[in-house]
Each structure stands twice: as C-alpha cells, then as structure tokens.
C-alpha cells in the first residue's frame, strides 16, 4: 500500500513538473515566440540594427558606446534604446488580416534587431514598422512566429523609433562644441536687420570686431570672449525627420532669419543657417516663438533647436558696447 501511495505521489509530481514546463513554455503565446526583452546576466554591450542589406552597430567600449566602431553615440539615445531591449513587453497580438493590410500589403521592410552580452546573443527579433498603432511598430522573433504589438509600460511613445539606422540619430545632439581658443573667426549674419550683423576675428588671443562698413572701436573685449565661450557647447533638440521631401524643400527656399559661420584655427568652416518654424500646417498657424528649423552643410538633414538654446549666439552687435 505504502509502494502505492508513494509511486502515485512520485507520478503526480512529475505530470504536475511536465505541465508546469509546459505551460510556462507556452504562455501568453510560446515564449520562443513572443519573448522580446533581453536577459542579460549584466548588461546588453552590443545592438545589431540590420535592413535591406545594410547594418549599424552600437557597440559598448570600456565606459562609451560607439557607432560603428568609430564615433561615440548620444548617450540619451543608447539609454533610451537600452530601455526598450530590457522592458519592451507585448500589447496584443496582430491578427493575419492586420498584418496582411499593414505589413506585408505595403511591402513593409523589417529591422532586424541582435542584441548581445559580451559575444553572447541574447535575443534576436524583427520590427516592422508602421502607422497602424500608437506604439509605430508590429515585432516578430523571427519570420514564421506570430506578430505583436509591443511596448514599454509606462511609456505611451513610439519605440519603433529606436531601431533606425540612421546614423546622424545616433550621434549628439551638437551644432557647436569648440572651446574659444579653437575659434578663429566668427559671423553672424542677421538677415532680418542687417545692420545688427557683426564678425569676430581671433588672432592670438586678440580679438577684432567688424560689421559691414569694416572694424569697430569701443567695445568690451569682456563681452567678445564672454560670446565665444558660448560655442562651447550648442545642442539641437531633434532631427526633422519626419518631414518630407517637398516641406524640406519649401523651408529651405525661404528666407533664414540668421547663418552663423564659424571657422577654426585648422580651416574647419561650418555655417549654421535657422529658419522660422511654424506652430502647425493649417493656414492659421503662427511663427513659433520657442522653436525653430537649423541645418548645417555638414549634413543634408533639418533639425528642430530651442530658442534657449540657441538665443546665447544670436547677439545683436550693440551687445558688445557699454550700455
């Protein structure tokens, strides 16, 4: 009877280990197939972005993540993406005929995503981005598993935007970052008011002011190296890239309100040109008064600066007499 009991008890045990494994294998949808964060033992050091023939990596070397193995990445953007890879989670699942209009109806084509540990491959998935749903993507483990919505919870954004491999997003957000004794010259063109218009010239230390009709006396010098400190370090908020190729086009062919052109010691020239922004794309919509649209010649892209950041530079050339 004992024997009995005890191998009924041992028999229970293991179906009730089985099923357990079972389930746990299986819920919500196969974890095999709907398992999307990363698990690392310490920290994800390697992201692997593939699409249509082309890669970007972010890679973690000693405390800096870089792109490609070369320049250093914006770190908010890396911890963002970070983020993303260890919370990210399943909203609902993604029924055939959905994905068959959103997806592959557009001809939509994924981001394959690797994220490692050391040499380690921690998870491997695709995303498929899309307008369809708040969250701007649909995510697969792999081509044949079920599709999903994801997300992070409590993050109500677009973490499809996270997996680009646009190379300019991944790199700070920096117009200027030139310490005063890199700088040799400076102007700033005020296309609004010519007349406040001013250049700067740096020779050893010793600093030259000048407008239009030539070099000026009676300033404060104090001023002048106050001004250049400025260009230490000048942030853009955001890339423009949601804008299309024809509103380019138009805000490109306005008028800009200022260009900034500074030129280092080694020859480096970059010019700065910043275009009014509207609030909206309805015909009531007024100039905004906090942001504006900025682009360099060392990039083809739009980008969106604040007032306050950028207000330190756009002096007008009185500011630099005693008041």
């Known amino acids: 009877m004992n024997k009995i009991l005890i191998r009924s008890v041992f028999l229970f045990i293991v179906i009730g280990l089985f099923l357990l494994i ?6 919500p949808f196969g974890k095999s197939n709907s398992s999307f964060a990363s698990e690392p033992k310490e920290e994800i050091t390697k992201i692997e972005f593939s699409e249509s023939g082309k890669k970007l990596t972010l890679e973690k070397k000693r405390e800096s993540w870089l792109i490609n193995g070369k320049s250093e990445a914006r770190k908010s953007g890396v911890l963002y993406i970070l983020r993303i890879l260890n919370e990210i989670k399943i909203k609902s699942p993604v029924s055939p005929e959905l994905f068959e209009s959103e997806i592959s109806g557009k001809n939509v084509i994924p981001v ?3 994220v490692y540990e050391k040499r380690k491959l921690l998870k491997t998935f695709l995303v498929y981005k899309t307008e369809s749903n708040t969250y701007g993507n649909i995510m697969k483990i792999k081509e044949a598993s079920k599709p999903f919505i994801v997300y992070v919870p409590g993050y109500e954004g ?3 935007s996270g997996f ?3 190379e300019p997003y991944w790199q700070p957000y920096t117009v200027f970052n030139l310490l005063p004794s890199e700088i040799a010259s400076v102007k700033l063109e005020n296309l609004s008011d010519t007349t406040a218009s001013f250049s700067i ?5 010793h600093f030259f002011l000048s407008d239009a009709a030539g070099k000026l006396t009676g300033w404060d010098s104090s001023l002048v190296v106050r001004y250049i400190s400025y260009f230490a370090w000048v942030p853009f908020e955001s890339w423009a890239f949601q804008i299309g190729e024809a509103e380019k086009k138009s805000i490109e062919a ?3 309100l200022y260009k900034i052109t500074v030129i280092t010691h080694t020859g480096r020239k970059s010019t700065l040109t910043l275009w009014g ?3 909206g794309k309805s015909s009531t919509s007024e100039i905004d008064s906090d942001r504006l649209f900025g682009k360099t010649e060392e990039k083809d892209e739009l980008f969106i600066m604040r007032y306050f950041d950028i207000d330190p530079l756009l002096k007008k050339r009185s500011y630099f007499f005693p008041q």
């Open 254 to 256: 306005q008028k800009p």
């Open 201 to 205: 010239i740096n020779r050893d230390h």
């Open 158 to 160: 677009d973490i499809g």
């Open 22 to 27: 079972l389930f746990r294998s299986r819920l």
């Open 277 to 279: 922004k509207l609030t």
């Open 164 to 166: 680009t491999l646009n």
């Open 112 to 114: 394959k995503v690797k």
